[in-house]
């Protein structure tokens, strides 16, 4: 190599380590951070998009803004797919994803195109517990009654709440539940119930509690899905007191797994790991700001910070479990073995 090629070599080297090492303040200063939410207006998740997006980026160095943008589809995963394989990969574009999501690698989701251990999760602002629940004068009343009562259920796609716990009590434990999907999001399905296009839904205790049945009072919580009982629904019966085997209650705790991932906020795989910390530290920050929790509150908002160290070790841990309870669950799911 000749001293004049070295020389462009070592300069061209020098350019991309400057831009690399670039500092996040300057960075992101004067910068608008597009947050792709991958849920429709109108719902739960529209609502903690938004009020995100008004916060963070007062503890981001910087101090850059931030535009949700809805991009809708399967509860998240075309934003998951778009962030991992076309997205930025700078730190100047996130997304907000259903907690099943990084789950359907491992348990045979159609049209995954990631890695959900590479994923940079960001943290949650929340812990919800799925419920399932019914209009008040639906054929079924209690958890038992969906052993002999079919109740018909709104949905979205792959992965989402919606579809996914339903079809899976319905495989595994034989629950009478028909999901019709098509839906662009829970908003979508509440007005479904008030119509009673369908008679019941799947999805985060708080979400459903911003639908006009249940404000009403017109819904019965059939069962919570989770390991462990919400303090606020206590009284509703587990999911898991369900399982009649244990490679049944095995394959439950390992689908319910995910109420433990909150609300993902993620970012590409391949973002900086400098400007992952930031981001990682401005979240944490942010849920403990007074003027957040106080805009939270306004909004009937359940704030429990994850963060998103305690993310990725779930994930970890999940793409841990032993074959047979993987094909168990994957079984129960529809998907084949």
């Not at 911003?210 to 390991?227: E, H």
């Not at 957040?292 to 704030?303: E, G, H, I, P, Y």
């Not at 910070?305 to 841990?320: F, K, M």
Request: proline share 7%; with cysteine.
């Amino acid at each position: 190599m000749t001293v004049k090629v070295a020389l462009v070599v070592l300069f061209a080297w020098g350019l991309a380590s400057t831009a690399h090492a670039q500092a996040p303040a300057e960075f992101y200063k004067g910068k608008t951070i597009q947050l792709l939410v991958g849920f429709g207006p109108g719902g739960e998740d529209d609502v903690w998009a938004r009020t995100i997006a008004k916060h963070i980026g007062n503890h981001i160095p910087g101090n850059p803004g931030m535009v949700p943008v809805h991009a809708p589809g399967s509860g998240g995963l075309l934003v998951v797919n778009r962030l991992y394989n076309a997205a930025p990969k700078d730190g100047s574009v996130v997304g907000m994803i259903n907690r099943g999501i990084p789950f359907e690698p491992l348990l045979g989701g159609q049209g995954t195109q990631f890695d959900a251990q590479k994923i940079n999760y960001l943290g949650s602002p929340g812990r919800d517990t799925t419920v399932c629940a019914a209009r008040k004068d639906a054929p079924v009343q209690t958890v038992q009654d969906l052993f002999s009562k079919e109740l018909t259920l709104g949905g979205t796609g792959s992965g989402a709440d919606t579809a996914i716990y339903p079809e899976f009590l319905a495989a595994l434990l034989g629950m009478k539940m028909k999901v019709v999907k098509g839906y662009k999001g829970s908003h979508e399905i509440h007005l479904a119930m008030e119509r009673n296009e369908v008679q019941g839904i799947c999805l985060a205790y708080d979400s459903l509690l911003r639908g006009n049945l249940a404000r009403q009072g017109q819904i019965n919580i059939l069962l919570q899905a989770a390991i462990e009982p919400d303090p606020r629904i206590k009284d509703v019966p587990l999911g898991l007191q369900q399982a009649r085997a244990g490679e049944e209650r095995a394959a439950l705790e390992l689908f319910f797994a995910r109420a433990s991932m909150g609300r993902p906020f993620v970012a590409p795989a391949e973002v900086p790991p400098e400007r992952v910390a930031v981001l990682r530290t401005a979240f944490q920050a942010m849920l403990r700001d007074p003027a957040f929790l106080d805009d939270a509150n306004k909004q009937r908002l359940n704030v429990v910070a994850i963060t998103g160290e305690q993310q990725a070790a779930l994930i970890a841990d999940a793409y841990r479990t032993p074959p047979a309870i993987v094909q168990r669950t994957i079984k129960a799911l529809g998907r084949g073995g």
